[in-house]
């Protein structure tokens, strides 16, 4: 749930969580380039992959999906180089005499290698998909809906998500639904500052979110638990705010099972 969040802010965390991905990479292929046929052709790609992340983060905060549509082009083109790698070793292995059972040195040696090889391309593979989750598509649909049972602790996980953002300046909003009823957007618009209008206040927040290199989260929890008209109305009114300020991502909570009564259905499909 922790990524899923990070994804919905857009910021460093979910920057950090692709570098760390391409530093497993990177410890996994210097043991495994000595077997490799094609070795600057996959560090070409990793290198070019490396260097597009800055570019990719800013374009999936402002919505554009294909920037993760080419990180998954990226990523199947080192695993096409990956498995010609596997091929060739695999065919080495095909051309050595059958042993007693006990390998060889020259059947280790390949064992070895394939081993090596094949470490790289399942980091790839974990991250590819990745690259094809709901989680991931958060980068660029900031729109998360955490459903579940009473004293499943949602309420506490938001907290502290939000607790950890303040501390270290990261704009947040935290919304309790039963704390606001009657005009719930512009009472809370109202308390988080001077009387601007609702629009204003938005296009203020998604200011801070680009000021901070990520999106301003908004958070509502408990959406069950307010007036259940009056919420209705607010979370499809904050979904067509946020679909025009991209460096704003919402987070919302709902008890189960009461998410298609507390919220529109078309509102829900988007989630």
């Known amino acids: 749930m922790s990524t899923a969040i990070d994804n919905v802010a857009c910021g460093d965390a979910a920057q950090t969580r692709f570098r760390s991905v391409l530093d497993e990479f990177a410890e996994a292929w210097k043991r ?3 077997h490799s046929q094609r070795p600057a052709e996959i560090e070409h790609l990793v290198d070019a992959a490396g260097a597009s992340l800055p570019a990719m983060m800013d374009r999936l905060r402002s919505r554009d999906a294909t920037a993760g549509y080419e990180w998954a082009d990226q990523l199947s083109e080192i695993d096409a180089r990956l498995m010609q790698d596997i091929a060739h070793w695999r065919a080495e292995e095909a051309k050595l005499a059958p042993d007693d059972g006990s390998y060889s040195s020259a059947h280790n040696s390949v064992r070895a290698n394939l081993d090596a090889i094949g470490r790289c ?9 990745y690259a094809g989750s709901p989680s991931f598509k958060l980068l660029s649909d900031p729109l998360l809906l955490i459903g579940g049972e009473w004293g ?8 502290d998500v939000t607790s950890e953002r303040l501390a270290r300046e990261a704009p947040t909003v ?6 606001f ?3 719930v957007l512009a009472d809370i618009c109202a308390r988080l500052g001077e009387a601007t209008s609702v629009e204003d206040k938005f296009a203020e927040l998604s200011g801070a979110g680009q000021g901070a290199r990520g999106r301003t989260v908004f958070v509502v929890d408990g959406v069950n638990e307010g007036r259940r008209r009056e919420w ?10 946020v679909a025009d300020h991209p460096n704003i991502g919402v987070v919302v909570t709902c008890r ?13 499909a988007g989630c």
Request: a negative charge.
């Open 174 to 179: 935290l919304v309790l639904a039963k704390n």
């Open 181 to 183: 009823e009657g005009d």
């Open 256 to 268: 189960t099972p009461f998410e298609a009564i507390a919220i529109e259905k078309s509102d829900l």
């Open 121 to 129: 391309l399942r980091i790839v593979r974990d991250e590819a998909e």
């Open 232 to 241: 209705r109305q607010a979370i499809s009114t904050l979904i067509s705010l």
């Open 152 to 159: 499943t602790g949602k309420t506490h996980l938001l907290c």
């Open 32 to 34: 495994a380039k000595h």
